[in-house]
């Protein structure tokens, strides 16, 4: 098993760019979230999903967009890049609501 | 969620045990404890958790209060690649709404030779 793949690992974009944070598991995994991780504050949640074709806000919501066409992908589309945006973004799957998260390795956006 | 309250940060001696303390003084019933690190640069990883009994697995063991106002998570022989940010949540499972789960900024644990 892979476990939970980010893609890319690191991206620089212009202020008013869009683009898609990949994530893909192969785990069978239901439960999948994203989060951002900024310097002096704790993972904030963006977007997460209980299922293919469920998905819900977090706290951060503002400026993403995501869909769970499938069990195994949960891409986070950024509509305009912002320099508010520039952060360290991790993807983590879980089986049930009860398990511990499994987390990728993460995508460092700077967003010039 | 509950909040949680853990000592920015804390040292240990290599092959010694590492306690690391959590306070969840607010905790609900239905609430677990959940236990992850985070090694510098990489994604968190998940530890272990817990309800009310004291819980181990291969990498740690879970102690929480009677009260379950409080857990300590306890690495019994630390070596240096524990040296990490170990962060204590407390959630409800399958909740639907996870907005207001909050990971704070944890315990930075340094394991010295």
Same mark, same amino acid.
């Given at each position: 098993?892979?476990?939970?793949?980010?893609?890319?690992?690191?991206?620089?974009?212009?202020?008013?760019?869009?683009?898609?944070?990949?994530? !893909?598991? %192969?785990?069978?995994? &239901?439960?999948?979230?994203?989060?951002?991780?900024?310097?002096?504050?704790?993972?904030?949640?963006?977007?997460? /999903?209980?299922?293919?074709?469920? =998905? %819900?806000?977090? &706290?951060?919501?503002?400026?993403?967009?995501? /869909?769970?066409?499938?069990?195994? %992908?949960?891409?986070?589309?950024?509509?305009? !890049? !912002?320099? /508010?945006?520039?952060?360290?973004?991790?993807? !983590? /799957?879980?089986? =049930?609501?009860?398990?511990?998260?499994?987390?990728?390795?993460?995508?460092?956006?700077?967003?010039? | 969620?509950?909040?949680?309250?853990?000592?920015?940060?804390?040292?240990?001696?290599?092959?010694? @045990?590492?306690?690391?303390?959590?306070?969840?003084? #607010?905790?609900?019933?239905?609430?677990?404890?959940?236990?992850?690190?985070?090694?510098?640069?990489?994604?968190?990883?998940?530890?272990?958790?817990?309800?009310?009994?004291?819980?181990?697995?291969?990498?740690?063991?879970?102690?929480?209060?009677?009260?379950?106002?409080?857990?300590?998570?306890?690495?019994?022989?630390?070596?240096?690649?524990? #040296? @990490?940010?170990?962060?204590?949540?407390?959630?409800?499972?399958? @909740?639907?709404?996870?907005?207001?789960?909050?990971?704070?900024?944890?315990?930075?644990?340094?394991?010295?030779?």
């Amino acid at each position: 098993n892979a476990g939970v793949t980010q893609t890319p690992k690191f991206q620089v974009l212009k202020t008013g760019q869009s683009m898609t944070l990949q994530c !893909a598991q %192969d785990m069978n995994h &239901e439960y999948m979230s994203w989060y951002r991780q900024d310097p002096g504050m704790g993972l904030r949640l963006i977007h997460y /999903s209980v299922g293919a074709g469920i =998905t %819900d806000q977090g &706290e951060v919501p503002n400026g993403y967009n995501v /869909s769970r066409s499938t069990t195994e %992908d949960f891409p986070l589309r950024l509509l305009s !890049a !912002a320099p /508010s945006q520039t952060s360290v973004y991790f993807c !983590a /799957s879980r089986r =049930t609501g009860l398990e511990g998260y499994t987390f990728g390795s993460g995508t460092r956006l700077t967003v010039v | 969620d509950a909040k949680t309250t853990q000592p920015p940060s804390m040292d240990c001696a290599e092959g010694r @045990a590492a306690n690391l303390p959590c306070n969840h003084s #607010t905790i609900s019933g239905n609430e677990y404890v959940y236990w992850y690190r985070q090694i510098h640069s990489q994604g968190p990883q998940y530890i272990i958790h817990g309800l009310k009994n004291n819980e181990t697995n291969e990498m740690a063991s879970l102690i929480i209060t009677e009260d379950r106002k409080s857990s300590t998570l306890i690495l019994p022989h630390a070596t240096l690649r524990d #040296t @990490a940010v170990y962060y204590c949540i407390v959630r409800v499972p399958n @909740a639907g709404n996870n907005r207001k789960l909050i990971w704070g900024l944890g315990t930075s644990l340094a394991v010295n030779p």
